[in-house]
């Protein structure tokens, strides 16, 4: 299995951008332990030719995004890097149109993709604690973080025709850092999801 991982993190303001790269390195050494899996990366942080991230996406059987999340969307730095990927993959294997025909161009609008079959995981980072979501007459209105704030960020890789594989997110990351805690719940996450029989022994073991 490819595996193409993006760290989405940054250094701007009062952020390092240490958490994230923390968890894209424990991706990165995760598969790289595993037999079956290649792993290729990109850190938004340092320049990229446009065209060799296209053929990363057309590469990879999954591609796993890690990012902060700021004012509630992704950093501008990994936006920047999805505009100009995607336009750089039209006709290149992302997307060939928005799927509409000039015929009946009130329908099949998002269905012009071209990585259908392939997979995307996301994991983010919150200063929000995790009740913020959850609990009634909280900010986030009993709303996930997927179906709420990120639900735009699923709907541009369905555009491209990517289907989502459960992701994790980490929350309260400023105030409240467990950084053990969160690489344990990170490990066991990517045993269940990619490795199934490794989760059942990590879980024996406990």
Not at 5 to 13: A, D, L, R, S, Y
Request: negative net charge.
């Amino acid at each position: 299995m490819k595996i193409f991982v993006i760290n989405g993190g940054q250094t701007f303001g009062h952020s390092g951008g240490r958490f994230n790269a923390t968890i894209a390195a424990e991706t990165i050494s995760f598969f790289q332990n595993q037999h079956g899996f290649e792993v290729k990366t990109t850190n938004v942080n340092e320049e990229y030719d446009p065209l060799e991230e296209v053929e990363k996406y057309n590469w990879a059987d999954v591609v796993i995004y890690h990012t902060p999340i700021w004012w509630f969307q992704v950093p501008h730095g990994l936006k920047k890097y999805i505009d100009v990927v995607f336009t750089a993959g039209h006709n290149r294997g992302i997307y060939k149109s928005d799927g509409r025909s000039a015929e009946n161009p009130k329908i099949n609008y998002g269905t012009g993709g071209l990585l259908g079959g392939k997979k995307y995981m996301l994991t983010t980072s919150w200063n929000a604690p995790k009740e913020a979501f959850t609990l009634p007459g909280e900010f986030f209105n009993e709303r996930s973080v997927d179906d709420g704030p990120l639900f735009g960020f699923h709907r541009m890789n369905a555009f491209t025709g990517m289907t989502p594989i459960p992701g994790i997110h980490f929350h309260d990351v400023e105030k409240n850092a467990d950084l053990e805690t969160d690489l344990k719940r990170y490990a066991a996450h990517l045993s269940e999801r990619f490795i199934p029989e490794l989760a059942i022994i990590q879980l024996q073991e406990n």
